[in-house]
């Protein structure tokens, strides 16, 4: 089964709000987080990563917060914007895993109203 | 965009016939993968490779098989095509497996007949 998965199917927040995407993984051992966006039509875009040892990285008007503790990952975007709308899903590896380690989550649906 | 070029990019097929996608890089990253993405499923690992003429199967890999015979090629086979291989199948690639981002093409929309 899915030991990657998303609280919400659909999120829908307004243009210039702040966005919170979450994501709950159940396999304590995954020692390496990535999220993903993708577009209708494309394929998915990296957006930013964390390794197990932080708690925290930022990207450019995101950051991804890790907390080990619930086994819970999120995406925040600062500030959304019309060309944030798309499905952002995360991933996970088991520390125990090779290059075949990934599982990813469904994705939820991150709707921008204007 | 990372270099990689999927084709076809759209393909209708019949049942019990063969097809193959093909992955192009231009990065010359050592691993690649074909993942398939399905409604209700997050992406699912079919086989991937770990160097030139290297493969292992993946999560789905049953009625697929996959050739590496270059760096920069990956093809995927769907040597006798069912509908239930109806899907968007994904190439990607990554540095060092793994411990880095892969990084995905566009994906080629399959249906089955």
């Known amino acids: 089964g899915e030991s990657v998965g998303l609280h919400l199917p659909t999120l829908s927040v307004q243009e210039g709000d702040n966005s919170i995407i979450n994501c709950a993984y159940s396999?304590?051992?995954?020692?390496?987080f990535i999220w993903y966006k993708q577009e209708s039509g494309k394929g998915p875009q990296f957006i930013i990563d964390?390794?197990?040892?932080?708690d925290k990285r930022q990207g450019q008007r995101v950051t991804v917060l890790l907390n080990k503790t619930v086994k819970h990952l999120s995406l925040q975007i600062a500030a959304t914007q019309p060309g944030d709308s798309a499905v952002y899903f995360c991933a996970e590896r088991n520390s125990g895993g090779g290059a075949d380690g990934l599982t990813f989550g469904k994705g939820t649906h991150l709707i921008i109203q204007p | 965009d990372a270099g990689i070029t999927q084709s076809p990019r759209h393909k209708v097929t019949e049942t019990g016939t063969p097809v193959t996608l093909r992955c192009h890089q231009t990065e010359n990253h050592r691993y690649m993968y074909w993942y398939r993405q399905d409604p209700g499923h997050g992406l699912r690992l079919i086989h991937y490779?770990?160097?030139?003429?290297?493969?292992d199967k993946g999560e789905v890999s049953d009625g697929y098989s996959v050739s590496r015979s270059k760096t920069e090629d990956f093809l995927l086979t769907l040597e006798s095509a069912t509908s239930s291989q109806t899907s968007v199948y994904f190439c990607a690639i990554s540095a060092s497996g793994g411990n880095s981002p892969l990084h995905f093409g566009n994906g080629t929309r399959l249906t089955v007949t």
């Open positions: 396999n304590s051992a995954s020692d390496y």
């Open positions: 490779s770990y160097g030139v003429k290297d493969t």
């Open positions: 964390i390794r197990s040892n932080m």
